[in-house]
């Protein structure tokens, strides 16, 4: 298989959209008086994507089950694969009123450019969910199937796949998939999901990969049509489509789901963030958000978050490394 990224100088891209360090917080307060600031939540990508849908899910519990006493201000700071809102929440050292969610760039754009940080530079509240996702092709393409698709790509002798960061999950789970059908691969970035549909439907690109919870909608009306998904098994909503094993590609990666803080902030904010996210994957609407997005909960706190993140970083290296992406 061939495979080329349409990266044009995005890696010097991502090494320019990295606010300096600007030390966070002079006065964090202490543990009597936390939280009682205004929060801010940073979503490091656009609007309707999977991150954005769960950031914006979890400040909705948070708000109405009365978990946070102050207000929160949430506002996406999307550019450079997350590096753009990584990178402000990385400015904000020792600042404990500021928070942001992980998705599968928060451990590839490291691996691929030097933003200025790494997963190992925050403070790491737990996880809550891994995603999986479609591989999709435009509802009036004519494929119907994974074997019409795979047909196509070989036919056309290199197709072109849209998906959210540059090396990101979305771009791991491309480059698995063609290598096992046997076909070439454009894969071109995007910051947003709105982005990634339009150049879909408008026949700019040839495929897209993305989240159930982001694209289910185009799905039903018949806008795009889903050949495989990447999950253990089937969805109950697209009976139809096939998983990846079922077409011989065990293991493909999810997308990681969780809450992190900047850098060095109080232990008791990260023990109260701790405490609070507990309460809020017990609630009705959170499950209720898992089940209606697709979303595997699995849940990891603290220090068993950190190792997740540094084993799931390995094993993404690894596949980049094999995928000539590093």
């Known amino acids: 298989m061939r495979l080329r990224i349409a990266l ?86 020792g600042n404990p009123y500021n928070v942001s969610t992980t ?43 994974f074997e019409d698709w795979v047909s196509y790509a070989k036919s056309k002798g290199t197709v072109v796949v849209g998906g959210i960061g540059t090396v990101n999950v979305d771009f791991i789970l491309s480059s698995l998939i063609a290598e096992h059908a046997g076909y070439d691969i ?22 897209m990969i993305s989240n159930p919870g982001s694209i289910l909608g185009q799905v039903e009306s018949g806008d795009m049509q889903p050949v495989l998904f990447t999950g253990n098994e089937r ?28 850098p060095e902030v109080p232990d008791y904010a990260k023990d109260w963030w701790i405490d609070t996210m507990k309460q809020v994957v017990e609630t009705e609407q959170w499950k209720s958000f898992l089940a209606d997005n697709y979303l595997t909960e699995e849940v990891k706190w603290g220090d068993d978050f950190t190792s997740y993140l540094e084993e799931t970083t390995a094993e993404f ?9 590093l």
Not at 104 to 121: I, K, M, R, V
Not at 239 to 260: C, F, H, N, Y
């Open 8 to 93: 044009a100088a995005v890696a010097s891209a991502v090494a320019l959209v990295v606010p300096a360090c600007s030390g966070g917080a002079t006065n964090a307060g202490s543990a009597e008086d936390y939280p009682s600031e205004t929060l801010d939540w940073t979503i490091a990508f656009g609007p309707g994507g999977g991150n954005d849908l769960m950031a914006r899910k979890l400040v909705q519990i948070i708000q109405e089950d009365g978990l946070y006493p102050e207000d929160i201000a949430v506002e996406n700071r999307e550019g450079g694969s997350g590096a753009t809102g990584w990178g402000y929440l990385l400015s904000q050292k």
């Open 103 to 145: 998705s599968g760039s928060f451990l590839t754009t490291p691996l691929q450019a030097d933003p200025g940080w790494t997963y190992a530079s925050f403070t790491h509240v737990g996880l809550l969910a891994t995603d999986d996702a479609l591989l999709l092709v435009n509802g009036g393409s004519g494929i119907e199937t």
């Open 186 to 207: 454009e894969y071109v970035p995007y910051n947003e999901e709105g982005q990634v549909q339009t150049s879909l439907l408008s026949g700019a690109i040839d495929a």
């Open 235 to 262: 969805l109950a909503a697209l009976p139809d489509v096939p998983t990846g094993a079922e077409k011989g590609m065990a293991d493909l990666p999810s997308m990681p789901r969780g809450l992190i803080l900047p």
């Open 317 to 325: 290296e690894q596949t980049l490394k094999e995928q000539g992406a």
